[in-house]
Structures are given as structure tokens and as C-alpha cells.
């Protein structure tokens, strides 16, 4: 059957269209203001939109609404009510109100608050964003919320993000107005992430404790072929993926998420989905939907989506490639260089701001995506370093050149590519290559900031992203303001000169891979925050609180209550991956390991009995081996557990720095040292004396 996608699409969505057919028009023209100028929305507004939205959701099968939020969990949160509401004889209505709409209350004494809640102000806020539309999923009416606490501080992701858009959004405005664009009212950002995935076979999956417990495998030998024949990448889609794909693309565009990109990535088993870009608040909404519906589907198609940032030793993990931009209300990408990009002030003011608040605040940028998952791929050598640093290109990186040194820079003739057959097309080439190993590069008309992780939320990546443009906006803005408005091309390449000089340190178009460049960042003084409680420390730093607060993306408490949460989950994360480690070395592999080195004595002793004269020196060298390895794993599991429940008896909420180093510093090389110790041993036992899949097994089995 063939399906009419364009119906389909946002068919699950309380979209503009829905909203202008059922809302009376005073109420739909008040609404779009709410949603376009963040004007506050009254009740009777909010009440009509109401009554549409149940009318709307009931038609298409919902009983339930739910206030859908983010808290920093990690995870979004629902909690359902039914439309229902009795009356006096005894029957129901469907029923939903604007105060429902636009406030809820969960009891919110049991989402991570880091301190800012106290456990007997249980009471929290959801509120209606109405520029992120409601979507029906399950039966259910998803309604997009704020949550935030009894005293309004911010307890979740879209808070800050929200707050960091509109402060992007004035300071952009206010330098367009200088620059004389004086037909922009607002800037919106843009975003498009690319999120990467592993599918392996549900049966095989629930046979690993750490898969089911960590999301990750702690133990397992290489499989014979990993990814070294780069045949992966791009390959031709298997069966069940493809089917597995077709399906995910018809749920996600039903929720009028507009999936476009699908391939296989480099590592056996991965794979990728990019959207098309949206505005920076829904694509984050709709990147946990992803995620979400990723695993729901597979779970359909007997498979399991890995979303942790590094499933597999030896081989690739996954990441999100966070595309960002700058969009005016009239639609002007405010970082499309146009064919002059020399001549083309606007763009370089942009441009240099976006370099200028990299450089200014690269450690934030690399807080923003610190997580103990993400810490096993930055660094890596598959993975930006851990380092911040700027692709800008030859042709940008030329003409910043030109205007720091004054010199004249000549136009760019482009170049008709020529494969060398006359039957292809010819076409003319980007005048810059890509750079694949850069943590931030610019590709085009956008920047690709490429340090994220697969699992987490893109939301803090965009609100520091956001705030730091807005700072260098608003910077370069008190320089500008004071020259003449008739000289005001030369005030601007003025400040770019002074700009570029400074912070050039941070352009680096070279290979971000190699050890040569963490030496020369080094030299340049740029931060190497290589693990995520290293990274932390330097969340509360005064210029990084100093600018939180100045825009008022978040009060002091709310930083401080941040950095404990993300120091908890560190933490916490390690430790449940120990003891997950710990059960599976103790209940898995060593009984396989004594199992198999029973039988291999007892062949070898009965061998022997039948020929006196046969020699048993393998089966000894094996045993004496495997024994050997049985020793150090049982001595390690030993070590492990006491040094998880040393950790665990300390930690209180004022040690989370000391607790997380202590993690980093001697739990993850005892989990480490053991992994290899266990992975040897396992390589030395038939898959059928083990009681989880190998690696073998898992890579290439779907
Ligand atoms: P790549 O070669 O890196 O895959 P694409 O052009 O396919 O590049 O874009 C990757 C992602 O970038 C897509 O999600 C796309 O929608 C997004 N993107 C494109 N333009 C913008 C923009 N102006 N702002 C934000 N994201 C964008
Ligand atoms: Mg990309």
C-alpha cells in the first residue's frame, strides 16, 4: 500500500493548522503573538486554546493528557490524567480547562533537585510552552512544560534553554539594528542534531547484565573483525534495520518530526538519523522523542537501541552532532556568508562572535557535553579531543587573516569541479573541504559543534551555545555603539582585527586526532578537561557564574544545584557499573572459568589414564592459566565491591567533587584493569561455557 506521507505528516501534532481552524480568530491571533513575541498569554486564551486541544485529541483517540517535561534526570517525565470529569447523574464529560493547560503540580520531591529544594517543599510547576505544539502519543495528549520549583528556580532542561534563546535573541537583534537591519524584530536559533544509534538483538541483549544495567558492556574480548575494513559506513541497509528505519521514519513524521537522513555509521551494528533543523526549543523536544521512539521500535522489530556513548570496546560509540545557527524572523541565516563572504559585514560580525564566545568560554562548551559516557569517546581516537577548538576553513580563515593584517583579499573564483568523464555532471566546488576531527566546525552556512554524546539531552550544549554568543553580541555591541553610523564598515573590521587577535588561539584546522595538536593546545593555552569531574570543577567558576547570572540563564543556586546533580550522576553512574561488573565477574564469568578448566582437567586426566604415555602439557599450561585468571578476578571482585561500599558509606551531598575524583581516580581503573584480566580469560573459554553473548555474537548477529 502505497501511504500518503504528506497526510501523515504531523498528523499526531496540534499544529498551526488545527489551531487556526479551531480557534476563534481573536484567540488564534492572540496565541501566535504569545508564541512569535513570548507576549504573556491570559486565561481566556489559554481556556479557548483548551477546549480545541481536548476537542482535537479526543477526536483522534486520547483520554489522557500528560504536562511533559525535562528534569535533570536526563529523562522526560509524564504523569496522566484523564479528560474525564464526573457529573451529577452520575456520567462523565471530557473535560479540560485552561488553568489545567497552562499549570500543573507535580509532587516534585523525587526528581533530582541538587540541594535547591528542600525535601519538605515537595511542591513543583509545570508550565505550558506554547512554542514547542502538544502531540498525541499513546493515547495521550503531550502537552511540552517548564518545570521549575515552589520558588521558581529552574529544575529542568528547557528553563535555561528558553531564557538563553531569548537573550541570544535581543542581543542579535540589538547589533542587527546597529548594522542598520533595522526589519529584524527577533533571531531565533536554529538546530539540527544528528544522533547516532547501536541495534543488537533483543534475546542476546537480555542475556547482559551490563547492557540491561549500564547501557554498556564492561567485559568482553574483541570480535575477530571490528571496523577496520570500513565497509560499514554507508552500507548497503540489512533487512530488519531497514525495516526497523522505515518504521521509526512513518512514527517520528507522524509526530510531525521531520526525519531525513538514515545510513549505517562506521562501526558494525551503528547507525545514524538526522532531522531537518528547527528552532533550537523544539528540536531539542524532538530529539528526546527520538530517542524515546528509537527503543519503543526496536524493541517491536526484536531488537534494542544502544544509546550510550560507548556500548562496544575497541570500536566506535556513538555521538550527536549538534548543527547550530542564527535565523532571523525574516528568515536571513544569519551565518550564510553569501558569495562575498569578505564583503559581507553582517556575516563577519556573527562569524567572529560565534569564535569569540567559543574561545572565551570553551570550558563551559565542554561541561555542556561532560558525562561518564561521553568521557570514553572524547579523546579517543574516533571522537573530538576533549579540547575545544574552531574549523574555520582556508577561505574564513583567509580572510580574517586579511583583516587582522590589513591586506586586501582578492575574490574567490569558484572552481567547476571536473571528475574526469564527460557523462557526470559538473558542478562547482565548496571552496573549503570538510574536517571531520574538529570539535566545533564551521560546514557551510552553520556551525557543527561535535562533542556531544548519543544519550544526553542537546539542551545544555545550546544554553551555553546561546548564552556565550549573546555575551560576545553583547560585548562587541558596546564597542560598535559609540562610532560613527556613516563609518561604521570600518569601526567593524576595526573590532574583528582587534577580535581576531585575541582570540585566533582557538582556530584550529588541522588534524584534531593526532597527539601533535593536544601538545600545541597546550602552547596555546587552551583547557584540556579530559573527564567530566575535571570538567565540572570548572562549572562554578566566577566568570562562568558571573555570565550564567548576567543574562539570568541561571541564579547561583540554580549553577551550584546543576553542578551536584551532574557530579551525582557521575558518580552514581560509576558506581552502579562497578557493581554490575562485580556481579557479572562473580555470578558469569568466574563459575565459566572454573566450569571449563574442570572439564579441561578431567579430559586431560582421563586422557591420561587411557595413555600414560600422552603428554598433558597444553591442558596443564591452560588450566594453570585459567586458574591463574580465576585468582586475580575473585582477589579484583573482592577489591571492587569493598572499594563501592568505602565510596558509597562517604558520599553526602557536600563531598560530590571529592566523591566523583575519587571515582574517576581509583574506581574506573580497578573496573578498567579487570575488564582486560576478564576479557583475556573469556577469549580462552568456548562461547558455550559463557553465560552472556560475545562480542562476536552481539556485532554481527542482527
Ligand atoms: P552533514 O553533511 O553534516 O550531514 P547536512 O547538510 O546533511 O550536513 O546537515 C546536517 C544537519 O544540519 C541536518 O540536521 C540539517 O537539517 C542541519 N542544518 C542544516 N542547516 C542548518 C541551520 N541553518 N541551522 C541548524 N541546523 C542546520
Ligand atoms: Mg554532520
Known sequence: MVKDIPALYGSLVFNDKIMRNKLPKDMYKALRKTIQNGTHLELDVANSVAVAMKEWAVENGATHYTHWFQPMTGFTAEKHDSFISPTENGEVIMDFSGKELVKGEPDASSFPSGGLRATFEARGYTAWD???????????????????SYSGEALDKKTPLLRSMEVLSKEATKMLHLLGREDVTSVNTTVGPEQEYFLVDKELYKQRRDLIFTGRTLLGAPAPKGQEMEDHYFGALKPRVSEYMHELDEELWKLGIPAKTKHNEVAPAQ????????????AVDHNQLTMELMKKIADKHGLVCLLHEKPFEGINGSGKHNNWSLITNNGDNLLNPGKTPAENIQFLVFLMAVIKAVDDYADLMRISVAGAGNDHRLGGNEAPPAIVSIFLGDELTAIL???????????????????????????????????????????GNKFEFRMLGSAASVSNPNIVLNTAVAEALSQF?????????????????????????KHKKVIFNGNGYTDAWVAEAKRRGLFNLPSTPEALHEFISDKNVDLFTRHHIFTKGEIFSRYEILLENYAKTLLIEAKTLGEMLTK???????????????EAASKQAF??????????????????????????????????????ASMCEDNMQEIANKCLKELLPLMESLRETASNAEARVPDDYLPYPTYDQLLFSV
Open 130 to 148: 506554547p512554542t514547542s505544539p502538544a502531540f498525541i502519543k499513546d493515547r495521550t495528549l503531550y502537552i511540552p512544560t517548564a518545570f521549575c
Open 611 to 648: 595413555l600414560p604415555t600422552i603428554s598433558t602439557e597444553s591442558e596443564k599450561r591452560l588450566v594453570l592459566g585459567l586458574s591463574g585468571a580465576y585468582e586475580s578476578l575473585t582477589k579484583g571482585a573482592a577489591d571492587l565491591n569493598a572499594l563501592v561500599s568505602d565510596i558509597e
Open 401 to 443: 587573516q586579511s583583516i587582522e593584517d590589513d591586506s586586501y583579499f582578492g575574490k574567490q573564483e569558484s572552481t567547476l569541479m571536473d571528475i574526469g568523464a564527460l557523462v557526470l555532471p559538473h558542478f562547482t566546488k565548496d571552496t573549503t573541504d570538510r574536517n571531520r576531527t574538529s570539535p566545533f566546525a564551521f560546514t
Open 477 to 501: 555591541y558596546e564597542e560598535l555603539k559609540v562610532a560613527d553610523p556613516t563609518q561604521m564598515e570600518h569601526a567593524v573590521h576595526e573590532m574583528i582585527k582587534r577580535a581576531i587577535r
Open 588 to 602: 558469569d564469568l568466574l563459575p565459566s572459568i572454573s566450569a571449563y578448566a574442570c572439564t579441561v582437567a578431567s
Open 271 to 282: 547507525h545514524e538519523l538526522a532531522p531537518v533543523f528547527d528552532t533550537a526549543n523544539v
